[in-house]
């Protein structure tokens, strides 16, 4: 069993996986990690770079936004605050794959603001990060509301995203953002 998820993994290019809860120490950690293996794989600096700062963001995002889900296990209600993260690597690309639960109730406007964020080009990326930043308003966690126009100018890529509802309460919403290394 273990052999098939380690070959999965090669087969899909995943050089890091990690499912469970997102604290401010595990953050730091896997940026650690990764920084340490795409030195260790002679990855070319601006590249490099690109990467880092868009699994920063990544990451800083699912920190701050992830919903806790409430679920029951053996009758006894039970707080899940896990999430996902997968880096690949594609012939010319890295990807970053995020997961994590959210309130059906914040789908409509999180997917509102991912489509303004995908039909933007590279200039209007940086009039709205500009204009939102100027405007100072915070969303109710404290954010600006950056983080996804952040990951778009970084990776300079459109994001790929999804929605999968579990419940009537949750679905689980997925951020793919790819950086391409040419």
Request: aromatic share 8%; proline share 1%; net charge negative.
């Given at each position: 069993?273990?052999?098939?998820?380690?070959?999965?993994?090669?087969?899909?290019?995943?050089?890091?996986?990690?499912?469970?809860?997102?604290?401010?120490?595990?953050?730091?950690?896997?940026?650690?990690?990764?920084?340490?293996?795409?030195?260790?794989?002679?990855?070319?600096?601006?590249?490099?770079?690109?990467?880092f700062?868009?699994?920063?963001?990544?990451?800083?995002?699912?920190?701050?936004?992830?919903?806790?889900?409430?679920?029951?296990?053996?009758?006894?209600?039970?707080?899940?605050r896990?999430?996902?993260?997968?880096?690949?690597?594609?012939?010319?690309?890295?990807?970053?794959?995020?997961?994590?639960?959210?309130?059906?109730?914040?789908?409509?406007?999180?997917?509102?603001?991912?489509?303004?964020?995908?039909?933007?080009?590279?200039?209007?990326?940086?009039?709205?990060?500009?204009?939102?930043?100027?405007?100072?308003?915070?969303s109710?966690k404290?954010?600006?509301?950056?983080?996804?126009?952040?990951?778009?100018?970084?990776?300079?890529?459109?994001l790929?995203?999804?929605?999968?509802?579990?419940?009537?309460?949750?679905?689980?919403?997925?951020?793919?953002?790819?950086?391409?290394?040419?």
């Amino acid at each position: 069993m273990t052999y098939s998820y380690y070959k999965n993994m090669q087969v899909n290019n995943i050089i890091f996986v990690y499912q469970g809860e997102v604290t401010a120490e595990l953050v730091s950690s896997i940026l650690h990690m990764m920084e340490n293996k795409l030195d260790g794989d002679g990855e070319d600096k601006k590249i490099k770079k690109k990467v880092f700062n868009v699994m920063v963001e990544c990451l800083q995002n699912v920190y701050h936004h992830l919903d806790t889900l409430e679920v029951s296990v053996d009758d006894t209600e039970v707080n899940d605050r896990t999430a996902l993260l997968m880096i690949g690597k594609e012939e010319k690309d890295y990807y970053v794959i995020t997961g994590n639960h959210v309130l059906n109730e914040r789908v409509a406007a999180l997917r509102s603001r991912l489509e303004k964020v995908n039909s933007c080009d590279k200039n209007e990326l940086k009039n709205l990060y500009q204009s939102i930043l100027n405007d100072g308003e915070l969303s109710e966690k404290g954010t600006a509301g950056l983080g996804m126009i952040d990951i778009a100018r970084k990776s300079g890529q459109k994001l790929g995203y999804d929605f999968h509802p579990v419940s009537d309460k949750y679905s689980f919403f997925s951020l793919e953002a790819k950086i391409a290394r040419y």
